[in-house]
C-alpha cells in the first residue's frame, strides 16, 4: 500500500488527487447504492428490460386497446346521435298526426255543420211544401164544397119550386099550362135566391 501511495505522490499530487477523488466518487456511490441494496449495471438492466416490455404492452395492447375504445366510443356516440334524430323524427310525427287530427276534427265539424243547416233548410223545404199541399187541399175542398152547395142550392131551388107549384096547384085546384109553370118556377127561384 505504500508503494501504492509512494507513486502517487511521486507522479504528481494532481493525479493523486483525482485518483483519490475518482475512487471515493466510486465509493460513494457504491455506498448509497450498497446501502439501499441496489446493483448499478443490474437496475441498468432492469431499466431496459421495463422499458422494451412497456413497448411491447404500448403497441400489442394499449394502443389496439385504445383504437378499439375509440372505436366503441364513436359507435356510441353514432347511436345516441341516431337515437336523437329518431326521437325528433317521432316527435316530428307526432306533430304531423295531431294536425292531421286536429284538420280531421275541423273537417268533421265543418260537415256536421253542413249537414245541420242543409237538414234544417230541407225541413224548411219540406214544411213550406207540406203548407202548400195542404192549401191546395183547402182549396180544392173549398171549390169542392162550393160546387157542391151550388148544386144542392140548383137542386134545392128546384125542389122548392116543384112543391111551391105543387102547393099552388092544390090550392088553385088547376093545373097550371107549362108555359105559366116555368114563369112561375123562375119567379119563385128569383126570389128564393136573393
Known amino acids: 500500500m505504500s508503494e501504492h501511495n509512494t507513486e502517487n505522490i511521486n507522479v ?6 483525482a485518483t483519490v477523488d475518482n475512487h471515493g466518487a466510486s465509493a460513494g456511490e457504491e ?3 450498497a446501502s439501499l441494496g441496489l ?5 441498468a438492466f432492469q431499466l ?14 394499449l ?3 385504445t383504437k378499439t375504445l375509440e372505436e366503441r366510443k364513436k359507435l356510441i356516440d353514432e347511436s345516441l346521435d341516431k337515437a336523437k334524430e329518431v326521437d325528433s323524427n317521432l316527435q316530428m310525427a307526432e306533430l304531423k298526426f295531431q294536425e292531421r287530427i286536429d284538420d280531421a ?24 211544401k207540406a203548407q202548400k199541399e195542404i192549401e191546395l187541399v183547402v182549396d180544392q175542398a173549398k ?19 116543384n112543391l111551391v107549384v105543387a102547393a099552388v096547384e092544390k090550392i088553385l ?4 099550362d107549362d108555359k105559366k109553370d116555368a114563369d112561375l118556377i123562375k119567379g119563385t127561384i128569383s126570389k128564393l135566391g136573393n
Open 63 to 65: 394502443k389496439p386497446l
Open 143 to 161: 171549390r169542392n164544397i162550393k160546387i157542391e152547395k151550388e148544386e144542392m142550392m140548383v137542386g134545392l131551388k128546384e125542389e122548392t119550386a
Open 173 to 176: 085546384e088547376e093545373k097550371l
Open 105 to 128: 276534427k275541423s273537417e268533421a265539424s265543418k260537415v256536421v255543420a253542413k249537414a245541420q243547416e242543409e237538414g234544417l233548410v230541407l225541413t224548411e223545404k219540406m214544411k213550406e
Open 12 to 17: 504528481e499530487g494532481v493525479h493523486t488527487v
Open 39 to 43: 446493483n448499478g449495471q443490474l437496475f
Open 31 to 33: 455506498s448509497v447504492a
Open 48 to 61: 431496459l428490460n421495463f422499458a422494451i416490455v412497456a413497448v411491447i404492452i404500448w403497441f400489442l395492447i
